[in-house]
């Protein structure tokens, strides 16, 4: 598939290159675009953790890091026209908050049609105040478009879904739980106040008050890192938690750490596709989580999982209890669950969903706005004239490793 005859040029802008499942996915994204001859290149306004650049190197795709410490929104977008000015892409796609207001506004400039991802049902007040600027938004998952409709008022014809998971699974299933030895819990992600961390946290603390055998029985871990890390870390040991939850810090080997796991939470307050939990349900482990974004699907109660509804504390601590007194159950909703990823987002799934909104985008956005004359209108009061195409066929986006 080319845009008129030609290999597409696209500029992916992403807010940072930090530990997080938008950004883990991005080698995933590029592979899909790039098996379909297409160029594809990374620009992260800023770097945070900077734990996603290794798989960029790893995966070969390009990428330029726009600048090596924070920075504003502002400074984002003066760096990022410069980069567009120099080579400009046929297509600007966008990724978090920040990127996309800064690819919308630099995309206004120069007239280069914008689509933006939006992974969770969660939204800033200035990315729905310019909704308008995205010609085509991007849902991980089928809540998502749902809230991009109801909530940001995105008219249906400008929302396409690409289910943001692509699933590897393990030949061997983690061991079950047999009610001998410790019950071992745990949960991926980053220390933010969106996975409500504290709650899981507190939910054990409810054990120990009002169930001490059940809280003998169980082994609580975090993995993952993030802003709230210190502030976790005093509650725990405020609670007097220490030998009974551990905060595991980044871990590079998600799987090996999964198949350590006898159960899977997550507490989350809102989510999108939330790839770690589907990448517990695809390594065999039954879920109790929050009835927020796909796993309001997925997590099925009585099948994969438990849903926690009403107060997370205590409705946790009652499905860590049900789970500790019938171990059977840990099994049959761990296998049901990697069945559940199995028959929905299977092997494949993941690039036919891709090829599918790249023929989508090149039908509506790009020829689409390749026929409008004169100037195009982009939002409620932003019209710019096309740019110039000229001589853009034999220009390549400049290959970037690392701070530029």
């Not at 040029?9 to 592979?31: K, M, N």
């Not at 019938?326 to 669950?337: I, K, Q, V």
Request: proline content about 7%; glycine content about 10%.
């Amino acid at each position: 598939m080319k845009y008129r005859g030609r290999i597409m040029r696209i500029h992916y802008v992403v807010t940072s290159l930090e530990s997080g499942g938008a950004e883990f996915i991005i080698p995933d994204i590029a592979r899909v675009i790039r098996d379909l001859g297409h160029e594809f290149h990374v620009f992260a306004c800023e770097p945070r953790d900077r734990m996603a650049e290794p798989r960029l190197i790893e995966a070969g795709v390009p990428y330029t890091l726009m600048s090596d410490r924070p920075a504003s929104k502002l400074a984002s977008m003066y760096r990022y026209a410069k980069a567009v000015r120099a080579s400009p892409p046929d297509l600007i796609w966008t990724s978090l908050s920040r990127a996309t207001r800064v690819g919308q506004l630099v995309g206004s400039m120069f007239g280069i049609p914008v689509v933006s991802w939006k992974h969770s049902a969660d939204a800033k007040g200035y990315i729905r105040r310019s909704q308008q600027r995205s010609h085509l938004w991007i849902a991980d998952s089928q809540d998502v478009a749902y809230y991009l409709e109801e909530s940001m008022g995105v008219e249906p014809g400008r929302i396409a879904t690409w289910p943001l998971f692509n699933p590897t699974f393990a030949e061997t299933l983690p061991p079950r739980w047999n009610g001998v030895g410790p019950l071992r819990i745990g949960s991926s992600g980053r220390l933010h106040p969106q996975k409500n961390y504290d709650l899981l946290i507190r939910s054990v603390d409810r054990l120990r008050r009002e169930d001490p055998e059940t809280y003998s029985r169980i082994d609580v871990s975090i993995a993952g890192d993030g802003p709230l890390r210190g502030e976790l870390q005093g509650l725990i040991e405020s609670l007097g938690l220490q030998h009974k939850v551990t905060l595991m810090g980044w871990v590079s080997d998600v799987p090996a750490y999964l198949r350590g796991l006898h159960l899977y939470v997550q507490p989350s307050s809102y989510e999108g596709m939330c790839i770690a939990a589907h990448e517990a349900m695809a390594a065999g482990l039954p879920i109790a989580a929050t009835p927020v974004g796909e796993m309001r699907r997925s997590v099925q109660p009585g099948v994969t999982g438990v849903l926690i509804e009403g107060n997370i504390v205590g409705d946790l601590a009652a499905a860590i209890r049900e789970f500790a007194a019938h171990p059977e159950r840990l099994a049959t909703f761990g296998d049901n669950a990697r069945a559940y990823v199995e028959r929905n987002m299977g092997v494949g799934a993941f690039a036919r969903h891709g090829s599918d909104l790249l023929r989508r985008i090149e039908h509506d956005v790009l020829q689409g706005s390749a026929r409008l004359a004169g100037s195009r209108k982009l939002g409620p009061d932003i019209a710019v004239a096309p740019r110039a195409r000229h001589g853009a066929a034999n220009r390549r986006p400049p290959v970037v490793t690392g701070t530029d």
